[in-house]
């Protein structure tokens, strides 16, 4: 009759602490939902401001994010919390898959090229293959074709030598091959098509992070001004860098989790049955060690259930599918250009169209960011 | 039987209650205190770190420049007082940084710690400075001295530098070199009279969260 009670006391412990844990989870597992989040929805707002072009707010949103995520986060209390059998892994302060962070570092170049600081520019573009430079296996590691071309093209504009960058970015494109540089182009267009991946849970517990599709209607854009035409090929599939980030760390975390899940699971469900049949037994001694092993079933089924192993699903959700890009020479002054979004047939897509007022001046270079949507 | 209830109840309540005050009460809130304000020291190492161009490495790296230039012959054994003008760093790091405030540390040492043997032309002043002079010559506002002679001064000397990196990524960690070279170099011969560096290494390794 001892048992009785002890495996009661440890049921209802497991089931508090099954409480405690569970709470730490809706609140983040120590951080403040608005304080995890933070990185996602500076993400989020500074895309949009981009596309708004509002410029000033998207750089002090980027700046924001880069600070957090530029950090070495190590002995981090959330980390931590993530890793644990009981808090889900969305838990951790965001930072993004890599894609993402490359994303942040992308967007913060083309405003300090906008700003007339190239090398600023050039730094962010480095740092963004360089995030990608761990993905698992090396045959897509820091394979971005157009965070090298603007390596390449920053270096050139900078009186450096920016062939090694463009030979790295013609052995990574994908798509259309990057033109060689004009060092005349003094008006840079950064152009982006598309809705971008997005990411769900799969596996049996949401264990395995999987990538949805990004798509786009546009394929090129053409870019008129003056009576000339010029195209802007894709440089760069975000879906394709989504996919080939290869395997992380925390896949197998999230693994060991789901496994241990599934054994508690299967352990409780047969102690339950196994427990419940023993009760009624017309043995005392039977029916007292079938009450144990009920008892042991609830407590595995409660650890089962307070096991979290979901993956972190929380996607940047308005990056865009392609970027692309293009540099061209113009003479100073006020120039108007039309670009036209093509689809996969080259044909224009009307609603798409965009007008753009250039204002070139002498000596520095005229930034154009563009969105289809 | 009561006996056994009785026991089994103490259990029970003894159990919930620690975990209730363990467990519930200190698991979900962070730093339910707060952290207080930390002041810290330029050259310390803060606890949000990264493996990039910090505050400390600034102070190290300009502390070390300074005291370079001013044992420099050219600088201590100048007969007048040399006017040097800075021209800006080039960064061809993989980080984005305020690059004019490792010249304008510089600057600041070496006119607390020369006292006046070195001088500094505000060359990023030139709009400003040249719309005086304008506003002068034309007779707009006053003027001290006769407005129609050049009194802009030419440089001695050019002080620049670069920042050159090293990086390397891999499952065991991040690792970040970063050359800071600084040279001062004769306006009129474009001699290099003086140069120096510093180097800094730094790595790291994330939580396996974010891996």
């Keep these: 009759m001892k048992l009785f009670p002890r495996l009661a006391s440890v049921a209802l412990c497991g089931l508090l602490l099954g409480c405690a844990t569970t709470s730490a989870t809706k609140s983040g597992g120590g951080a403040s939902p608005r304080d995890k989040d933070k990185v996602l ?156 991946p997005t990411k769900f849970a799969g596996g049996q517990y949401g264990e395995t992070l999987v990538y949805r599709d990004g798509y786009s209607e546009a394929y090129s854009a053409r870019i008129t001004f003056a009576g000339v035409t010029h195209r802007a090929d894709i440089f760069d599939d975000l879906t394709f860098q989504a996919h080939t980030r290869g395997g992380r760390v925390m896949d197998k975390i999230l693994a060991n989790k789901a496994a241990f899940k599934g054994t508690t699971d299967a352990l409780g469900n047969a102690s339950l049955l196994s427990g419940l049949v023993l009760t009624q037994s017309r043995d005392r001694t039977a029916r007292e060690a079938g009450l144990g092993l009920a008892l042991f079933g609830v407590l595995n089924k409660v650890v089962s259930g307070a096991t979290t192993p979901r993956a972190d699903t929380r996607s940047w959700d308005n990056l865009p599918q392609f970027l692309s890009f293009a540099a061209l020479a113009v003479p100073p002054g006020r120039h108007n250009a039309t670009v036209e979004f093509l689809d996969a047939r080259g044909q224009p897509v009307a609603r798409l169209t965009r007008s753009v007022i250039l204002e070139v001046v002498p000596g520095r270079d005229t930034v154009v960011f563009l969105s289809d949507r | 039987m009561k006996l056994e209830l009785l026991k089994l109840t103490v259990h029970v309540s003894a159990f919930a209650l620690a975990a209730l005050l363990s467990g519930c009460a200190s698991s979900g809130v962070k730093n339910p205190s707060g952290i207080a304000v930390t002041q810290m020291r330029a050259d310390e190492r803060g606890f949000v770190a990264g493996t990039g161009i910090e505050s400390q490495d600034l102070v190290a790296v300009t502390d070390k420049m300074a005291r370079s230039i001013l044992s420099t012959p050219e600088i201590a054994n100048a007969a007048g007082r040399p006017v040097i003008v800075l021209d800006p760093v080039i960064n061809e790091t993989r980080f984005a940084v305020n690059k004019d405030i490792f010249l304008t540390r510089i600057r600041t040492e070496l006119n607390s710690k020369a006292k006046g043997r070195v001088v500094f032309l505000a060359r990023n002043r030139m709009p400003a400075l040249e719309r005086e002079r304008d506003l002068k010559q034309s007779g707009a506002v006053t003027s001290s001295s006769d407005a129609r002679v050049v009194e802009f001064k030419g440089a001695d000397f050019f002080l620049t530098g670069k920042l050159q990196g090293l990086s390397t990524r891999s499952a065991k960690g991040t690792s970040d070199y970063i050359l800071y070279s600084f040279q001062l170099i004769d306006a009129r011969t474009s001699v290099i009279v003086w140069e120096d560096a510093s180097e800094i290494k730094k790595q790291g390794l994330e939580d396996a969260a974010y891996r």
């Design chain 1, 41 to 196: 929805s500076q993400y989020r707002k500074a895309a949009a401001a981009l596309r708004a072009h509002n410029f000033e707010q998207a750089k002090t949103l980027l700046d924001d994010a880069i600070l957090t995520i530029s950090g070495v986060p190590a002995k981090d209390p959330e980390a931590r919390r993530a890793r644990g059998f009981f808090n889900e892994e969305s838990s951790k302060v965001y930072f993004g898959e890599p894609y993402e962070r490359v994303m942040a570092y992308f967007y913060r170049g083309v405003l300090y090229w906008m700003d007339g600081e190239p090398d600023n520019a050039r730094a962010c573009f480095r740092n963004g293959q360089f995030l990608d430079s761990d993905a698992q296996g090396q045959q897509f590691s820091g394979d971005y074709a157009l965070l090298d071309y603007l390596d390449g093209l920053a270096s050139a504009k900078l009186g450096g030598d920016g062939a090694d960058a463009w030979q790295r970015a013609r052995a990574n494109a994908k798509h259309a091959t990057p033109p060689s540089y004009d060092p005349q182009a003094n008006v840079l267009f950064f152009l982006q098509f598309g809705y971008g």
